[in-house]
């Protein structure tokens, strides 16, 4: 069997991996426009935040494409899929394929603002070159502008936070910041060490232009201007469809490549995972685009296996997990945001309530939780968690109650292990106080 990926990030590498496991004699070929592949598209803001010293610290050790036998074409942009022929053109070459998959990933979206000119105004991607051009001129300068204050733009704004920068300012749209996964009420605490940090938080912000000057760029505000050395927009990316359109693919509403349950294209040779495919959520089965290495990598191995034993796995959709580390800070969620569901007619309950990690003689931290229930059904449909202390155990264990629609009585119920120096379980003590409010 001959199998062509397009595409080298995580959905790719996943694929071809297990592809690998499953067949040891399939012909299996990579194509990227990259001319670095190999490494953690995650770490990107730490290089740029100086914990991780050098660029070479973030590539995985060995070669695993070799290893695997599997032929990397780098620097090789496909121009073409000629379904009919099932071949692809790829740097003016021409490869047969019996089954191929796209991981075309996402590219950075920059809203249309009067005044934009390409000069000193940055994107980041999953392209190592990205972060490699952005690090480049962090040190030249001491004033920046991040527009969107979604995870990328928040790391960002750390980044130059700890590198020194005089002006940091972080501007959005919304009226919080991580609004994808945090709640206005949720959001305030972080927003307010960051202010306490440096950052000037500009929310609700409506950019009307920019403008150039002598080196300098000029934010313009219906109140105010601001001044600064360069612009960093994390505004949001968009599936990289281009070629799948091109290909005659199936787009959805969402903007990203159509599949069904096995992650099949509307051509059943040709898989999509990653970035690029629409997902959709396990609450409500609502389509959405997910974009997550950790979502490339499941994706990948679903769309592999499915490709070698014959649609075996159907995948089961997200629950739109999400964590991260702000000045000492764990963020996470799970699900939808109170705004979300309502936004999608859900008649929901939310508790927020305050809990500690372990008792005080242990080191104890606050750990603030909001929980999001379905009033009828009594089941969670989001989770939002704050706190100085782990919580990646929180979050798995309410992803899966999500995902598995577990009651909120019998989640109050579930033998969790404790210990006064460990502590127990996070959010049994949210679980039942939301419990009384919807008279459970």
Request: proline residues 4%; contains cysteine; negative net charge.
């Amino acid at each position: 069997m001959k199998v062509c990926i397009i595409g080298g990030g995580a959905g790719g590498r996943s694929a071809s991996g297990r592809i690998r496991q499953l067949d040891k004699q399939a012909q299996i070929d990579i194509f990227t426009k990259q001319s670095e592949v190999g490494y953690a598209p995650c770490e990107l803001p730490f290089v740029l935040r100086g914990n991780i010293v050098t660029w070479e610290d973030i590539f995985y050790p060995g070669d695993f494409f070799n290893e695997r036998q599997i032929n990397l074409h780098i620097n090789t942009e496909v121009t073409d899929i000629l379904r009919e022929e099932k071949r692809i053109i790829a740097g003016g070459e021409s490869y047969d394929y019996d089954k191929a998959i796209l991981s075309l990933g996402a590219v950075p979206s920059i809203p249309p603002i009067p005044g934009l000119d390409g000069k000193n105004e940055f994107t980041l991607s999953t392209n190592i070159a990205d972060g490699r051009a952005l690090g480049a001129i962090i040190p030249k300068y001491s004033r920046a502008a991040v527009v969107g204050a979604g995870a990328i733009g928040l790391e960002i704004s750390l980044a130059l936070l700890t590198r020194g920068y005089q002006s940091v300012y972080l501007l959005d749209i919304l009226e919080n910041i991580l609004p994808a996964s945090l709640d206005k009420d949720m959001a305030e605490k972080i927003e307010g060490v960051m202010r306490e940090k440096g950052v000037e938080l500009i929310l609700s912000a409506t950019v009307s232009g920019i403008r150039s000057d002598r080196g300098s760029k000029c934010i313009i505000l219906p109140d105010r201007e601001l001044e600064v050395d360069f612009i960093f927009f994390a505004t949001g990316v968009r599936p990289n469809v281009e070629l799948a359109r091109k290909g005659g693919l199936q787009i959805g509403s969402t903007g990203a490549i159509a599949v069904n349950q096995y992650l099949q294209t509307s051509d059943p040779d040709i898989y999509a995972v990653g970035d690029c495919m629409e997902n959709w959520d396990v609450i409500m089965g609502s389509k959405t685009r997910r974009l997550m290495v950790t979502t490339a990598g499941i994706t990948g191995e679903v769309a592999a296996t499915n490709l070698v034993l014959g649609n075996t796995i159907p995948y089961q959709g997200t629950t739109m997990t999400f964590i991260i580390e702000i000045l000492g800070y764990q963020v996470g969620s799970v699900g939808f945001t109170e705004r979300l569901a309502r936004e999608k007619g859900l008649d929901v309950v939310s508790q927020i309530t305050t809990t500690l990690s372990t008792r005080p003689k242990y080191g104890r931290k606050p750990i603030q939780c909001k929980l999001i229930a379905e009033r009828g059904a009594g089941n969670l449909v989001g989770v939002q968690v704050i706190s100085e202390a782990s919580i990646r155990g929180a979050i798995d264990e309410l992803a899966l109650a999500i995902e598995c629609k577990i009651p909120l009585d019998k989640l109050a119920q579930l033998d969790t292990p404790y210990s006064p120096a460990v502590g127990g379980d996070q959010v049994r003590w949210a679980i039942r106080e939301l419990m009384n409010k919807i008279g459970r």
